[in-house]
């Protein structure tokens, strides 16, 4: 906290890489189900207002949730999977040290677990939109630390189970919050 404070740093304008870790709370799962996972970004700040690309993914214990705990008794481990594209706006910022950024985005998201009735592996993939809150702060002249709160909406169309594909119709839901503590190199 001490270096967020004293260090004098300013906002880079240009190219940068971004690491992170997630917390995802997945509410319909439960109240207190969060999940520890990652990120990374490779993004282009343009001063008024950033694109990025980011990666992220988690992996949880079905059994945590209930969801491996069917009749059959089966049980294993669920991938959340998703790719987007985000553009960060500067809402307020603090002598170029402290940027606080609205986050909008949209990505292809994929769920990859056991089905526990049919005992094999099922794929749900489909669109996801991504709105944030963030803050970036610099601790030298090219590293910042990025804390960041985004809410992905996520749509999944598609369910394939054994290699055959079906579309989804109700589509299926699966909203979550993500935490994300990280840090950011601004070449």
Known sequence: MFLLITVPAFANDGLYLGAGLLVNHYASLGPLYMVPGGNLKLGYDFDLFSIEGNVMQDTHDDKLCGYGGGSHGFSGTSTMDGASVDIRVPLIRF???????????????????????????????????????????????????????????????????????????????????????????HF
């Open 95 to 185: 002598n170029h040290q402290r940027n606080l950024y609205g986050l909008v985005g949209i990505g292809e998201y994929k769920l990859v677990g056991p089905d526990p009735t049919a005992k094999e592996e099922v794929t749900y993939t489909g669109l996801g939109y991504n709105v944030g809150i963030g803050s970036e702060n610099y601790i030298s002249k090219h590293v910042a630390f990025n804390l960041a709160a985004i809410y992905r909406t996520i749509r999944f169309d598609k369910k394939e189970i054994v290699g055959v594909t079906t579309t989804l119709s109700p589509k299926l839901s699966d909203d979550f919050l993500s935490v994300e503590i990280g840090f950011n190199y």
